[in-house]
């Protein structure tokens, strides 16, 4: 198999893994909020949280998607500055591979003309997967994640061009306004993006990057965004929304913040929700070709 031929097969048996097979960072988040809700006794809060699990070990046993909703297919690919790779070629068996998948597993089909809504069929179509290229040095390998990224989450999407001196408060503010104007829409308890600096369209990148690619648990390596983190994943339980928007204290498994430097007079702040499903599966392709699946 060329590396090619394993990029087009990898894409596609990735959009089918991510969908069926939960990774075990967002399972052993599920099953710490279920002991949390039922130690603060809220039994709806339990109720849900036991449901979801319940959900995810029938998707196991029955060897199935875990919900419907098969997403626009968004792929993370860090290509090792060893290799002499065609650009192009990858952009396009990612594309084939999803194709593939929706024609032979088959999967639900999302995607529309955004005018039109003319569907396309095959889950890509015009800037569909969306890819998100980088370099790793020093490698002679490929690494790709993928996230199919669910309507419930992703249109609780937001941007905002804060004040300079709107600071860390009005930062925070603006976060927990995104989830109060989420409420149960993303299927909570979600994992929360949050974007910070850069241009505009530099922090949407980052708040997809922290709320799909991102392990959960993992803190930012700067000590000022760790904290924001921590004092943001803190608030966000604090609103009492709770799984499913139905009341409790974990309405978020995790917030992770990602950051850019940014212009003086700039403050951008994006936030980009994943819902609990937290799907993402990756692999490695070798210089031969070979493949390796493993968690991400
Ligand atoms: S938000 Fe997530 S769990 Fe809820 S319906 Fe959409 S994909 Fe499924």
């Avoid at 319940?54 to 792929?75: M, R």
């Avoid at 088959?106 to 290229?133: D, E, F």
């Avoid at 490695?284 to 070709?289: C, E, L, N, R």
């Amino acid at each position: 198999m060329s590396i090619y031929d394993s990029i087009e097969e990898a894409a596609k048996e990735l959009y089918i893994r991510a969908l069926k097979d939960i990774p075990a960072d967002v399972r052993a988040a599920l099953d710490r909020g279920l002991r949390a809700e039922q130690q603060s006794g809220n039994t709806t809060a339990e109720q849900v949280l036991f449901t979801i699990i319940e959900n995810i070990k029938v998707a196991d046993e029955q060897d199935t998607l875990v919900c419907q909703d098969t997403g626009l297919p968004v792929f993370r690919v860090r290509i090792g500055t060893a290799l002499n790779v065609d650009g192009a070629e990858i952009e396009s068996r990612l594309r084939i591979g999803c194709e593939r998948a929706t024609r032979e597993y088959p999967l639900r089909s999302n995607t529309v003309h955004p005018l039109t809504r003319k569907p396309t069929h095959t889950n890509t179509g015009q800037g569909i997967p969306a890819v998100k290229l980088g370099f790793a040095r020093g490698t002679d390998e490929i690494e790709i994640v993928m996230a199919p990224k669910g309507s419930g989450s992703e249109n609780m999407s937001f941007l905002k061009m804060l004040n300079p001196a709107d600071g860390r408060k009005g930062i925070k503010r603006f976060v927990v306004e995104c989830v109060f104007e989420s409420g149960a829409r993303p299927c909570p308890p979600v994992i929360l993006g949050v974007g910070l600096g850069g241009t505009s369209d530099v922090a949407m990148q980052l708040a997809k990057e922290a709320s799909c690619f991102r392990e959960i648990g993992s803190s930012n390596p700067d000590p000022d965004a760790a904290q924001l983190e921590a004092e943001l994943l803190d608030l966000v339980n604090r609103t009492g929304l709770g799984p499913q928007g139905l009341g409790g204290a974990t309405t978020a498994l995790a917030v992770h913040v990602e950051w850019a430097h940014t212009h003086i007079s700039h403050n951008p702040v994006a936030v980009n929700i994943q819902c609990w499903r937290g799907e993402r599966a990756r692999a490695v392709i070798s210089a031969d070709g070979g493949i390796r699946y493993g968690a991400s």
